[in-house]
């Protein structure tokens, strides 16, 4: 080699025919560096596209065999011709034909925060955490699946449209709740959605997983959480979500999806929507006009149809009618693909230390969660008697429920007892019951008791 280690090199792109492409790159690289360094100095200054994407490889006769770039210095991939006087430094890099996690996550930014919106997800702005390592699963012919998407309630439209079609729980629950939230100051109407129904088709091709030992908290993130612990100003915490978002999730699914709105064309209103006329629906992280022009009305009542109205991942010309084959044939490439499912989102706070989680936590203090008033028949058959209402998923909202079960969360609840009739003999008073057996699954219930001068039997309606 030659004994300056900065030499100019040829950087030649190798497609999948094993033949380097016409096109040449010239850039000064140190034959010492690792290729991991290598990686880093051609993306920092641009000169090669899409350097994510491709893979270093040695020239072994006529064949090039892709080389794993730790702990690899430079030098011993390069292909050095001698000429006359002087010496020609080649680099071959190779397109990879199979997804990377790391290609992955550097294209989606999987492991930025997101913010559930009526738009679609939201990635944040600067980064919390650095995701080391994670597990990648193919699908295989089992990632094909045809279905209808319907929604319930606003909640349920804001879940499903953000990515969340097969998720539940609290914390995905209390995710759609802020989202909602920052909506509601736009007043935005959700009746057209939710009364809105669609065909899809789906190619899942990979999942990824990670969980909280994979990321590794940036120093940024840490002097933020820390600035406002020390402030117990709450609105510091606000101010750290809009920034870096308010969950991360932790199993993603890759692969393509199209959807399909079923629209039903009233007799009423048939004759305006003849006219022509466009529509906007967001399923995702963005969305695509339709627009419909006709030069006759439409009389029939209940007239359905379907409209092409959303693409996640695949390729597909604008001005042709959908071609599915097309469309999953262009799958089989993974830059072509796209986020259409994610599952298992933790807050951002969660995946922080133990020490600084709960510090975090206690600085947020505790906010009203639940109210609400509940009628209950009270029967009494004798002395020292008392009732038991158990505050199960028949009471309250099974989130609810569910944080109350947490021990982490160190919740308080409050009750009181009224008696509707506002008898002067008889009075009520309640008591809040947990047991001390420290089961995940145990439920605390208030205990009602009775007082009165006199024991005797006797039935009330208490709330």
């Known amino acids: 080699m030659s004994t300056d280690n900065n030499v100019m090199v040829v950087i030649k792109i190798i497609n999948n025919s094993q033949s380097p492409q016409n096109t040449s790159k010239f850039c000064r690289l140190n034959l010492n560096n690792n290729l991991s360094d290598i990686r880093k100095k051609l993306k920092n200054s641009k000169t090669i596209n899409d350097i994510d994407t491709l893979l270093f490889s040695k020239k072994e006769g006529d064949e090039f065999v892709e080389i794993t770039e730790e702990d690899f210095p430079l030098e011993e991939i390069i292909e050095v011709i001698n000429k006359t006087n002087s010496k020609s430094y080649y680099l071959y890099l190779m397109k990879s034909l199979n997804p990377r996690w790391k290609i992955l996550n550097e294209k989606f930014k999987l492991d930025y925060g997101r913010t559930m919106s009526s738009d679609g997800i939201k990635i944040a702005k600067k980064r919390a955490f650095i995701l080391k390592d994670c597990e990648l699963i193919e699908f295989g012919a089992n990632g094909y699946k045809k279905g209808r998407l319907g929604f319930e309630s606003k909640e349920d439209w804001m879940k499903k449209s953000n990515l969340f079609v097969n998720v539940d729980g609290i914390n995905v629950h209390n995710f759609v709740e802020f989202g909602l939230s920052i909506e509601s100051s736009q007043n935005k109407n959700y009746t057209e959605e939710i009364n809105s129904t669609y065909q899809y088709t789906e190619i899942a091709k990979v999942s990824l997983k990670f969980d909280k030992e994979n990321l590794v908290l940036t120093d940024d993130f840490k002097n933020k959480v820390t600035k406002a612990i020390q402030s117990k100003d709450h609105r510091s915490f606000r101010e750290i979500t809009e920034d870096y978002g308010q969950f991360i999730p932790t199993e993603i699914i890759f692969g393509g999806r199209v959807c399909f709105k079923d629209i039903k064309v009233s007799s009423e209103n048939s004759s ?155 009075f009520f008073n309640c008591q809040i019951f947990h047991t001390n057996n420290n089961k995940s699954n145990e439920k605390p219930s208030i205990i009602i008791h009775s007082i009165q001068k006199e024991s005797k039997e006797f039935q009330k309606w208490l709330n």
């Open 272 to 426: 305006d929507k003849a006219k022509g006329g466009s529509f906007g629906v967001s399923f995702g992280s963005s969305k695509l006009q339709i627009g419909r022009n006709s030069g006759k009305s439409e009389k029939e009542s209940n007239l359905c149809n379907s409209d092409c109205i959303r693409f996640l991942g695949g390729k597909h010309p604008d001005d042709e009618n959908f071609d599915e084959k097309c469309w999953i044939e262009s799958l089989k490439d993974y830059q072509d693909w796209d986020c259409i499912e994610f599952k298992n989102p933790i807050n951002i706070f969660q995946l922080l230390s133990d020490n600084l989680y709960k510090k975090s936590f206690i600085s947020l203090g505790k906010k009203i969660l639940y109210t609400d008033t509940k009628d209950y028949n009270y029967i009494l058959y004798g002395a020292g008697m008392y009732q038991i209402f158990e505050l199960n998923d028949d009471n309250i909202p099974s989130h609810i429920s569910k944080i109350i079960q947490n021990k982490n969360a160190d919740c308080d609840i409050f009750a009181s007892v009224i008696n509707t009739k506002n008898s002067k003999d008889i």
